[in-house]
C-alpha cells in the first residue's frame, strides 16, 4: 500500500505545473515587489485621504466638502487652476507639432536643436521661476530694454501674477509635450504621404487626411498628460504668482488648509475634488478623441 501510495503521489503533477495551467509561472512572482510599492507609496495614500476628507466635522460627513463649495474664496480656485492649465498644456501640444513635424527627417544640426528645446525640463520650477524674475521681472532685462528704448513708462508686469505662472507652464511643460509628438510623429509611416503625394495632394492635404488623423490620439494623450502637469502647479504660482490673488490654485489652496489651518479634512476634500476635475477634463478629451478618430493606427504609433 505504501507503495502505491508513493507511487500515485509522485503521479501528480509539480505545483509549478499546476500553476502553470493556470496561467501563473515564475516571472508573474517578479509582479510582486512593484504591486507592493504601488499599494503602499500610492493605492493606500490614495484611499487614507479619501477617507479622511469623508471625516465627520461640524458639518456633517460632507463637511469639509460643503465647506470648499459655500466659500468662494475656496471654490474660484477651481475656475483659477483651469484658466492656468488649460490654456498651457494647448498651447504646448499646439507649439511642438508644427517643429516635432520638421523634424521628423535628417538634417544637419538637429541633435542640437533637439537638446536646446528639451533643456528646459532639466532646470525645474524653481530654477525657471528665478529665470523669469531675472528678465521679465520690474528691473529685469526685458522691462530695463523697453525702457531704455523709450517704449513704455513704467514697467511691463509679467511676474507674480497669471502671467508669470503662464509663462512658467509653458517653459517647462513644452519639452515634454514636444518629445512625446515627436515620437508619435516618428511612428507614422512617411510612405503614406509619399503615396498621397503621387496622387496629387499637396502638403497641406496631406496633413490634413492622413497625418492629422493618424497624430490626433497620440495628441489627446500627450495633451491629457500635459494637462495634468499643469495642473498640479504649485511652485510657480507661489514664486512668479500671486498666491493669495489671481494665481491661487487648488494646490495652495490644499496646502493652506492643511499646514496653515490645520484642517485635514478638507485639505484631503480639495485633493480628492482635484482628481475628479482632472479626470473630468481627461474624460472629455479621450472622448473628443473617440468622436475625431475611431480608426486603427496602422503605421504608426499615435
Known amino acids: 500500500m505504501t507503495a502505491i501510495n508513493a507511487a500515485s503521489g509522485g503521479a501528480r503533477p509539480a505545483l509549478r505545473h499546476r500553476l502553470a495551467e493556470r496561467g501563473i509561472d515564475r516571472q508573474l512572482l517578479l509582479l510582486i515587489p512593484a504591486a507592493l510599492f504601488v499599494l503602499i507609496l500610492f493605492i493606500y495614500p490614495f484611499l487614507y485621504g479619501v477617507g479622511l476628507s469623508f471625516q465627520p466635522t461640524e458639518g456633517g460627513t460632507l463637511g469639509a466638502y460643503r465647506e470648499f463649495f459655500t466659500d468662494a474664496y475656496l471654490r474660484d480656485t477651481i475656475l483659477t487652476t483651469l484658466q492656468l492649465s488649460l490654456p ?27 537638446t536646446l528645446l528639451v533643456v528646459p525640463i532639466t532646470l525645474g520650477t524653481v530654477l525657471t521661476a528665478q529665470g523669469l524674475l531675472n528678465f521679465l521681472g520690474p528691473t529685469g532685462w526685458f522691462n530695463r530694454t523697453l525702457l531704455s528704448s523709450g517704449l513704455v513708462d ?37 510612405t503614406l504621404e509619399r503615396a498621397a503625394a503621387t496622387l496629387g495632394a499637396g502638403h497641406w492635404q496631406r496633413f490634413r487626411r492622413i497625418t492629422l488623423p493618424l497624430l490626433a490620439p497620440g495628441l489627446a494623450t500627450t495633451f491629457c498628460l500635459t494637462f495634468v502637469l499643469a495642473f498640479s502647479v504649485f511652485p510657480s504660482a507661489v514664486l512668479v504668482g500671486d498666491p493669495s490673488g489671481t494665481t491661487r490654485v487648488m494646490s495652495i489652496a490644499a496646502y493652506d488648509a492643511a499646514y496653515v489651518r490645520y484642517d485635514y479634512p478638507l485639505a484631503s476634500a480639495v485633493a480628492v475634488l482635484m482628481g475628479v476635475v482632472e479626470l473630468l477634463v481627461i474624460a472629455a478629451v479621450l472622448g473628443w478623441r473617440a468622436l475625431l478618430y475611431t480608426g486603427s493606427t496602422a503605421g504608426g504609433k499615435g
Open 88 to 114: 498651457a498644456a494647448l498651447l504646448n501640444v499646439l507649439a511642438s507639432v508644427p517643429i516635432a513635424y520638421r523634424m521628423r527627417g535628417r538634417f544637419r544640426g538637429k541633435r542640437l536643436l533637439t
Open 154 to 190: 513704467a514697467p511691463v508686469r509679467l511676474t507674480n501674477n497669471y502671467w508669470g505662472v503662464f509663462f512658467s507652464l509653458v517653459i517647462t511643460g513644452f519639452p515634454f509635450a514636444f518629445l512625446l509628438v515627436l515620437s508619435y510623429l516618428s511612428g507614422i509611416d512617411p
